[in-house]
């Protein structure tokens, strides 16, 4: 199984403040199926980005990801009121598929 | 516009059984690998099970395998997942997602999830 493990597990910025959110992985995910998911309170989670660096559509471009092989990062450039929420990784190459244990962007 | 609503949750007390149901809408149920994803109450998300399209692959999470069985019918559109033996720490929201294209994610439809929770 692979082990996806996202730091920090919380992340107190202020509106305006770029975010940087790291997923490792416990070995090289195939190919390049790595997403990132924002889930907010009383929601289902929210595609963002899909093949590490693909956005998803209607997801604005202050959100980008980046990486390869076991690291892999999502950057929101601008933090708008509305990303404050909780982001989650997921690798979907290899089963059993797997998720990261989320990290918190909260309002500092 | 795709819609996935999940039906069945509720409250159950340990060892005994629950099925859930997912209404597709929107797409061509057929043509589309489907997933359950469970999410224990102020936890993470984990992956269930994974259906093919007909059927014929399935696959579970180790914490799942041999006490729940994913299904589907095509002719309804519908998403099922019988739940046997259920412990306490089944307990969590229960979402049906549909994959992004044709393979097994990522994972670009969800429903809006129903919550189980396995209790004496």
């Known amino acids: 199984e692979i082990v996806l493990t996202q730091s920090p597990g919380t992340l107190s910025l202020s509106p305006g403040e770029r975010a940087t959110l790291s997923c490792r992985a416990s070995q090289t995910v195939t190919s390049t199926y790595l997403a990132w998911y924002q889930q907010k309170p009383g929601q289902a989670p929210r595609l963002l980005i899909y093949d590490i660096s693909t956005r998803a559509t209607g997801i604005p471009d202050r959100f980008s990801g980046s990486g390869s092989a076991t690291d892999f990062t999502l950057t929101i450039s601008r933090l708008e009121p509305e990303d404050f929420a909780v982001y989650y990784c997921?690798?979907?190459?290899?089963?059993?598929?797997?998720f990261g244990g989320g990290t918190k962007v909260e309002i500092k | 516009e795709v819609q996935l609503v999940e039906s069945g949750g509720g409250l159950v007390q340990p060892g005994r059984s629950l099925r859930l149901s997912c209404a597709a809408s929107g797409f061509r149920f057929e043509n589309y690998v489907m997933h359950w994803v469970r999410q224990a109450p102020g936890k993470g998300l984990e992956w269930v099970s994974i259906i093919s399209a007909t059927g014929g692959y399935l696959s579970y999470a180790d914490s799942v395998k041999g006490r729940f069985t994913i299904s589907r019918d095509n002719a309804k559109n519908s998403l099922y997942l019988q739940m046997d033996s259920l412990r306490p720490d089944d307990t969590a929201f229960y979402y049906c997602a549909r994959p992004h294209s044709g393979g097994w994610g990522p994972f670009q439809y969800w429903g809006q999830g129903a919550l189980v929770t396995v209790s004496s």
């Open positions: 997921q690798q979907y190459g290899t089963s059993p598929l797997t």
